[in-house]
């Protein structure tokens, strides 16, 4: 597989299936991972880097099951490369610093990928469209389990699994849920649901990840505390916040769509207008109008787009996206050009 | 004819047609008369009013080519119809106040109408589409000559004709012409075009005349002296003037379209687009984009909506319009959704 196969393909985080997807964008777990007697990689000399790199290609080799994936030195990956794999959120943003000894693993189906050198040896993630939660830890901790039979892992009895940043010790697991929350923006309770979520010890995040802001309705809440609970622990709290959370959005449509329903289409309809005709438009306010649109096709108000377009507008419109598929580089007003462009030519379909 | 015939007609300021229509929408030019020896309106009694109304309606009735005219006496017709009537151009807010035997005739065009009893007996005007300020004065002399016949005019050799308001004392004649100036307000040309207008003496309008703002970029410019000129010295006056800024408003589109042209076809597309798909919208944001619409038409941005149809637009989405084409009283949230509905029907057409 190369990289530009992935440019037609959806990405798991926006498919728009599994539990509750008209509410819950995508879910994910995250393992954060360490090869015994190695120092992480921000203390480690590059030699040592070489040697873990190696040692977790060779273990991934061995398991039957991940020769499906494709192993990427970010050596060999360009910068527009780098964008476009955080775009699709296969890669953080501190991953694309710097390339040494650093590669990432991609499965095909965009459902597992794991990072080597980030700020642990080994970050390891699986997504699922929707409220999907414990479906996504099953197939990490069996990968988990996997790459502990090939790897010494570096863990303590006492401590649990030991990780470059106090904040991932014990499981290392970090689960993060993606939610589109137009209603509870809208009727501005959205402040005091954070609010509940932080006092809670969870975070909440942007599109991006850490140190992305909220944009479009989209918050992205995840378990700030990894020591002290179990795996299951941890996703069973989380899944009960989330269920809350949905209950609320939930609440905040129905009230919208009955008592300010001709304002609310209005609002819609003309977000959808927009897009249609638009022909200089910006990733920051693309983002905004797909929001109003997806939540009009959520509602029914929207019946002539169906989810998936919409979904894939929201990637495909990404400035490294846009660039990968005119396959040259644009400036930032070529680039707003290009998208209104693309977003009429798919919108406009009959 | 009845007042509700008038609801499938094109106003004559609207038909889009004469020369220079892509920025002209209108001349005008309208006479100030009165009885010879009669108070005018504001100083004379009940009886004193009727006796000038019975004067003027059996007048009319003696010039043939009037024949075609109906008289409306504005007892007999309910605020609807005359805010309908301020709508179309074809009465003034000042006359609209009290009935008091004052009539509006009009004549099926919507060329010629003669206002009765208004601030002076007599308020005739003729419109004509595009830039044809001589056509419109050839028409109302020719009207005015008749009527001079039929009735003793107030005139003093030195002064010429006696009007209520010393500002029209002279030749009693107001010449008027209604610009789309789109470009100019854009690239904020305007305040200097509209001091150099004022310091030239002459006065700008906003779309429904005296007191009323510029909005939807139209302005509607005026002669303001009357006395000391003759009626062709004051036209070609104007004439020349309006020559001047037709020069200006072109210049600054041609300059916009060539220096900005994808900023333009954006601000212009985004307008239709709302347009299009809009619930809920008012008269001011209407008039505001359908006047980026009306310039993408001229400009050619907008290919597939005809000049007429945006016309149009501008005057059957007015409050007291739509509530007759409804046929009922409508609030002003009913108006905005009934208005954006009559929107989209007619430009979704295909």
């Not at 650093?102 to 597992?112: G, H, N, P, R, T």
């Not at 975070?203 to 378990?223: K, P, V």
């Not at 019946?303 to 644009?330: G, M, S, V, Y």
Request: hydrophobic share 40%; aromatic share 6%; glycine share 6%.
């Amino acid at each position: 597989m190369g990289l530009n196969d992935l440019l037609n393909h959806t990405s798991e985080w926006l498919k728009g299936t599994g539990p509750h997807s008209d509410i819950v964008i995508s879910s994910r777990v995250r393992l954060a991972r360490n090869i015994d007697k190695l120092p992480f990689p921000h203390w480690g000399n590059k030699k040592q880097s070489e040697q873990v790199l190696k040692a977790i290609e060779e273990a991934i080799q061995r398991i039957d099951y991940l020769k499906p994936t494709t192993v990427f030195k970010l050596s060999d990956i360009d910068s527009l490369d780098k964008q476009f794999l955080i775009e699709r959120h296969l890669m953080s943003i501190e991953h694309a610093q710097k390339a040494d000894n650093k590669a990432i693993v991609i499965d095909e189906d965009e459902v597992l990928t794991i990072m080597i050198n980030e700020e642990d040896h080994i970050r390891m993630q699986v997504m699922q469209s929707g409220f999907n939660l414990f479906e996504a830890w099953n197939i990490i901790n069996k990968i988990d389990d996997s790459l502990a039979k090939e790897l010494r892992i570096a863990f303590l009895p006492d401590w649990g699994y030991l990780t470059a940043c106090p904040t991932n010790t014990g499981t290392g697991m970090r689960g993060s849920v993606m939610l589109h929350l137009p209603a509870l923006v809208i009727t501005r309770q959205i402040d005091r649901v954070l609010a509940a979520i932080s006092k809670l010890s969870f975070t909440t995040r942007g599109l991006y990840g850490e140190g992305t802001q909220a944009s479009g309705n989209f918050f992205q809440i995840s378990n700030q505390v990894s020591l002290g609970h179990s795996e299951e622990g941890i996703i069973d709290n989380l899944t009960g916040l989330i269920r809350q959370i949905i209950e609320q959005e939930n609440q905040a449509r129905q009230a919208m769509f009955s008592k300010n329903q001709a304002v609310l289409e209005d609002r819609i309809n003309r977000s959808l207008g927009i897009l249609r005709s638009a022909h200089i438009i910006s990733s920051q306010e693309t983002i905004e109008l797909l929001s109003m649109v997806r939540l009009g096709a959520d509602l029914g108000i929207i019946k002539d787009i169906d989810r998936r377009r919409i979904n894939e507008l929201f990637i495909i419109t990404l400035p490294a996206h846009l660039q990968k598929t005119e396959n040259k580089k644009l400036t930032s007003i070529e680039r707003d050009v290009k998208r209104a462009e693309l977003i009429r030519n798919k919108l406009n379909l009959s």
